[in-house]
C-alpha cells in the first residue's frame, strides 16, 4: 500500500523560505511513478503546484511558483522534497503530496493521483 506523508509546514515571513518533505512508501524499485505537490488555501479549488517522474527526473512546475520553486528527490531516502523561496502570502495554503504510477496525464489534475497525504499547513505572512 502506497502511503504518503508530508512534513515541513510551519509559519513563514514574504521573502523567506522553507522546504517541505513528502516520505513515500509503498513503491518498489520497478515502479515507475510521479510525486507532486498540491496546494489549496481557504474557499480555493486544489491546485498543482509541481511534480517530478522517477523513471527520468522530469519535472513540471505551475506558472505560478516557476523560479520560485524546486521540486527534488532522494531516491535513497524515499522522499521528495519542495524547495520553497521568495514565499508570498499568496503562497499560503494546505500543501499536499500526491503520488500515482507513471503515466500520468495532466500533471496538475486531482484525477490523475490514488495516493495522497494528509497535507500541512503553510502560512506566509506579509
Known amino acids: 500500500e502506497v502511503q504518503l506523508v508530508e512534513s515541513g509546514g510551519v509559519l513563514a515571513q514574504a521573502g523567506g523560505s522553507l522546504r517541505l518533505s513528502c516520505a513515500a512508501s509503498?513503491?518498489?524499485?520497478?515502479?515507475?511513478?510521479?510525486i507532486a505537490w498540491f496546494r489549496q488555501a481557504p474557499g480555493k479549488e486544489r491546485e498543482g503546484v509541481s511534480c517530478?517522474?522517477?523513471?527520468?527526473?522530469?519535472?513540471y512546475y505551475a506558472d505560478s511558483v516557476k523560479g520560485r520553486f524546486t521540486i527534488s528527490s532522494d531516491n535513497a531516502k524515499n522522499t521528495v522534497y519542495l524547495q520553497m523561496n521568495s514565499l508570498k502570502p499568496e503562497d499560503t495554503a494546505v500543501y499536499y503530496c500526491?503520488?500515482?504510477?507513471?503515466?500520468?496525464?495532466?500533471?496538475?489534475?486531482?484525477?490523475?493521483?490514488?495516493?495522497w497525504g494528509q497535507g500541512t499547513q503553510v502560512t506566509v505572512s506579509s
Open positions: 500526491a503520488a500515482d504510477f507513471e503515466p500520468i496525464g495532466d500533471f496538475g489534475s486531482i484525477f490523475e493521483y490514488d495516493y
Open positions: 509503498g513503491f518498489t524499485s520497478d515502479d515507475d511513478s510521479v
Open positions: 517530478i517522474s522517477s523513471s527520468d527526473g522530469s519535472t
